[in-house]
């Protein structure tokens, strides 16, 4: 006879580091584990029945985090049998079985190859009391074919592609996410579209590299027409990538972002370094001067493009010559943000073996001499816009002070950050006599706000909002529904209670 403990359902948690292709992952596997039966734990719930760690391989603190963490968990799962612990992405694909052994009380570890199956390596290991390890070497199943469930209302990931074919030599990527697999443009759209169904406003194409998208079926112009085709989507308002590499990137790309409607004018391109010399240890097939034409391009067609990157300081042998001619890239580029990175060595990338690995002292010094002019640049761009009416897409968590303020947060079509006020609240938070939107304004609205103040990373719209458009990404948000897409799941086993058996149907219906 079932008990009423083995048939409430389990419940879950995933913990998420490093990059958006990790995010969207995390959401993969949280729609596997629900459709196979398991329930999210809630906020606070500090003992859930299963807990998943999607690691990160690419910053060199990465395995002492993990390790630390699990190490916290050890006792929690002492307390609670019956309590399951999974390690999956980049590092689990790095250490494989060295997980095992190093944190024994590990039940799964799974690779980047492999997500979808999670839910049989969970019962398996439960079944057999014993810790199941399944790393395969090649994609099996697309991960897009996989249930996801989706993290935001009005915002969305799409994966047009998994892997990459470049040879960075400060990468460890490509060997843990082997080679470029495109998906279909079709298949892409199909997942867009079923996004705009359940209300999402934006979606991001998503990609190692999304500018060599179409290398697998021979059409070097398939990112730019796919842009274009996503413009043909009723709808869907913004489209943004991320991201491109400065080699692959062609004219027909520009073209498609100035001329496609609902394609965001922002554009994140990472350029590592401003060196000639550098780029090329790095294996970074383009130069300075290429890098820099790309962007003169782009503001041609767009000039009120947002341009953002990724710069690393400290490669080994990078001299100070060097490093200013990064800096000088950096002031000419004019960055509305960038990432910045210390050089971080991994083993197993041919850069941790290079000879002039440098000091710690001079790797900081540099690095916070980067930031100064980086943060000098980004809010001299930003105070441009002061007195300029944005469009704001309303978010979640992007304003850790909106409680305080009494502030909103989301993000301006360039994607910059913009906190705005939304005023005094109205009768039953609607509009109010002196023109206030407070209490109407939900996560997935659209407000119209015009630019007051302008700090390094961030822009204030303290007036009253210009306009407000209440969207269906919004009614989803006050109801407290997120997206979900379906996916393929086959033969993975359900746990929790069992499904109520369907109602008896008659006449045609049954035939």
Known sequence: MTTAAERSPRTYQVRTYGCQMNVHDSERISGLLERAG??????????????VFNTCAVRENADNRLYGNLGHLRPVKDKHPGMQIAVGGCLAQKDRGDIVRKAPWVDV???THNIGSLPVLLERARHNAAAEVEILESLDVFPSTLPTRRESTYAGWVSISVGCNNTCTFCIVPSLRGKEKDRRPGDILSEVRAL??????????LGQNVNSYGVEFGDRYAFGKLLRACGDIDGLERVRFTSPHPKDFTDDVIAAMAETPNVCHSLHMPLQSGSDDVLKAMRRSYRSERYLGIIEKVRAAMPDAAITTDIIVGFPGETEADF????????????????????????????ATMDGQ??????QERYERLIATVEEITWAENKR??????????????????ERTGRMSGRARDGRLVHFAT????????????GSYAGSIRPGDIVHTTVTYAAPHHLNADGEPLSHRRTRAGDAAEAGRSPRTPGVLLGLPTVGAPAAAPAPTTGCAAH
Not at 38 to 51: H, I, K, L, Q
Not at 423 to 434: F, H, L, M, T, Y
């Open 423 to 434: 005023g005094a609240a109205g009768a039953n938070g609607q509009r109010g006599d002196a």
């Open 196 to 205: 705009v169904d359940e209300g999402v406003l934006e979606v991001t194409l």
């Open 385 to 402: 816009l002061v007195g300029e009416t944005v469009e704001v897409l309303v978010a979640v968590g992007e304003g850790r002070k909106d």
């Open 38 to 51: 398991y329930v999210r734990a809630g906020e606070v719930d500090d003992n859930p029945d299963v807990v």
């Open 109 to 111: 570890v799974f690779g």
């Open 358 to 363: 440098l000091p710690k002292q001079v790797v």
């Open 324 to 351: 200013q001619r990064t800096l000088d890239v950096v002031r000419e580029a004019r960055f509305s943000s960038a990432f910045t990175f210390q050089y971080s060595k991994r083993p197993g990338t041919p850069a």
